[in-house]
Nanobody, 131 residues
Framework: QPQLVESGGGLVQSGGSLRLQCVSS???????????VGWFRQAPGKEREGVSI????????VHRDSVKGRFTISRDNAKNTVYLQMNNLKPEDTAVYYC?????????????????????WGQGTQVTVSS
């Protein structure tokens, strides 16, 4: 059974950095490298939102406007892992962060919003940014 496990969350002061990891396992039918992977977040009382996406085919990335220039998504298919480097964190970045994977032909910013493109989700990791 394919699984995703997030780690790396924690409490950090405004302006600080965190690196999230999303480690995959059990991708036996299709290799993890075939999956487009996204990071999503949900703050208390707010809807889930897409943060950053990395495509399976060519590794191109997409970020929501509010994290551009601060967050970087990358993947190491040899380690079956996707990373989210978050710099210059702000209190509004506080949320539970989830990674998700899906085999999709969709491209571009739509993948930040089409949650149904992802059929494998992790349990999430808490990120708290204090002011």
């Amino acid at each position: 059974q394919p699984q995703l496990v997030e780690s790396g969350g924690g409490l950090v002061q405004s302006g600080g950095s965190l690196r999230l990891q999303c480690v995959s396992s059990g991708f036996t039918l299709n290799p993890f490298s075939r999956y487009t992977v996204g990071w999503f977040r949900q703050a208390p009382g707010k809807e889930r939102e897409g943060v950053s996406i990395i495509h399976s085919s060519d590794g191109t990335t997409v970020h929501r406007d509010s994290v551009k220039g601060r967050f970087t998504i990358s993947r190491d298919n040899a380690k079956n892992t996707v990373y989210l480097q978050m710099n210059n964190l702000k209190p509004e970045d506080t949320a539970v962060y989830y990674c998700a994977a899906g085999i999709t032909y969709a491209r571009g910013t739509s993948l930040l919003y089409y949650f149904n493109e992802y059929d494998i989700w992790g349990q999430g990791t808490q990120v708290t940014v204090s002011s």
